[in-house]
């Protein structure tokens, strides 16, 4: 399978108790993106990368939330302090950068907070 | 700010056309795309269309682009019961930025 993994597929927790979910893009693609999405809603925008380089990060993401590309290929994404309103589907996609984004999505960890 | 907005359900009987119907808010959108989500399963690009066309088909798949009203429709031919699921609308505003998603919208294909 040559598409965007992500991992864990379902994470239960704890409040107050940190997380990380990775994600692996598909091995050409230089864009990694992070996006929350919970019932009902649209995919909302968290965070990208451009290689290994941060490029933008959305107000949603407060001071809990830290994502890291190393080396520029798979991601982390980090929360702390987990809030029970964090609870969502974490949506990981990837892209070649060029004059339009065709993102490939993985298939999401879903967060739920006790 | 402004949403992408979508209608949040339809519903249809097999054989029949889908329309399903979006305003987006950036006119410098270059490309407007419709991403399909199946049940437990992650976003799948359907298609797009490029800022300066207002048609494109592709096999099943129409997309019909409104400039001036900002109105995006995608009309499935002969819908499935396999296209039952959410299909959302996005755009990237200001032509490279991450892309905007409306809320989506559940298509039901009644056999």
């Known amino acids: 399978d040559t598409g965007v993994s992500q991992d864990p597929r379902h994470k239960i927790t704890k409040r107050g108790q940190n997380v990380t979910f990775r994600c692996d893009p598909i091995?050409?693609?230089?864009?990694l993106y992070w996006y929350r999405q919970t019932l009902g809603q649209g995919p909302e925008f968290l965070t990208y990368?451009?290689?290994?380089?941060?490029?933008?990060k959305s107000r949603l993401l407060s001071d809990r939330f830290s994502a890291e590309r190393p080396k520029g290929s798979f991601s982390t994404l980090e929360i702390q302090r987990t809030e029970q309103g964090d609870s969502a589907m974490y949506l990981c996609?990837?892209?070649?950068?060029?004059?339009?984004?065709?993102?490939?999505f993985g298939s999401g960890t879903q967060l739920s907070v006790l | 700010g402004e949403d992408v907005e979508q209608s949040l359900f339809l519903s249809v009987r097999e054989g029949d056309s889908s329309v399903i119907n979006c305003t987006y808010t950036?006119?410098?959108?270059?490309?407007l795309y419709w991403y399909k989500q199946e049940p437990g399963a992650g976003l799948q690009l359907l298609t797009y269309?490029?800022?300066?066309?207002d048609m494109k088909q592709d096999q099943r798949l129409t997309v019909l682009l409104n400039k001036k009203d900002k109105h995006l429709s995608l009309r499935i031919a002969d819908t499935q019961t396999g296209d039952s699921a959410i299909y959302f609308c996005?755009?990237?505003?200001?032509?490279?930025?991450?892309?905007?998603f409306g809320k989506g919208t559940r298509l039901s294909v009644i056999a």
């Open positions: 269309i490029f800022s300066n066309m």
């Open positions: 990368f451009q290689n290994e380089a941060q490029l933008e």
């Open positions: 091995s050409e693609h230089n864009r």
């Open positions: 996609a990837s892209s070649l950068s060029q004059n339009f984004e065709k993102l490939f």
């Open positions: 996005a755009e990237n505003p200001s032509g490279n930025t991450p892309l905007v």
């Open positions: 950036d006119s410098s959108s270059t490309y």
